[in-house]
């Protein structure tokens, strides 16, 4: 492949990927977020109950409230991980995007490999779009 051609691939395809990696991105963050509300509810109330049996018998605090603890805490440290990875992955490729579809997308009849349908969609000249032509007015009867 030559340097010319493989410069048109990337500049073809650059932006979309990014697109790409972005949507999955905001997703991922999403999946996480409806996960953690779904399940905090849930686990505050097992760490209530195993409190309240806590205070009568001193057995359920190291055997059952503290590895409950250490569990939370390793899932509660897991997520804000991914939150600030995926995050990040989610402005960075924002930015590549944002920045392809500015200036970097390629011009008119320079696309490689991108199917027809989305050519058209996105050859469209922000700055200046097509003019649309004025519906006709319809008249109605009057009656």
Known sequence: MSGGRLRAVVQSWGGLAAAAVALCSATWLFAEYVHAVRVAPAEKALVESLKERARTDATVHPKLLQ??????RESLARR??????????????L????AWFRWFRPEPGRWVGVPEGL?????G???HPAPRSPRPKIRRASQ
């Open 119 to 123: 050519q058209r969609l996105l050859e």
């Open 95 to 98: 930015g590549i995007w944002l």
């Open 125 to 127: 000249n922000v700055d």
């Open 80 to 93: 804000h991980a991914v939150y600030d990875r995926v995050g990040l992955v989610l402005l960075v490729s």
């Open 67 to 72: 590895p409950e603890f250490d569990r939370q």
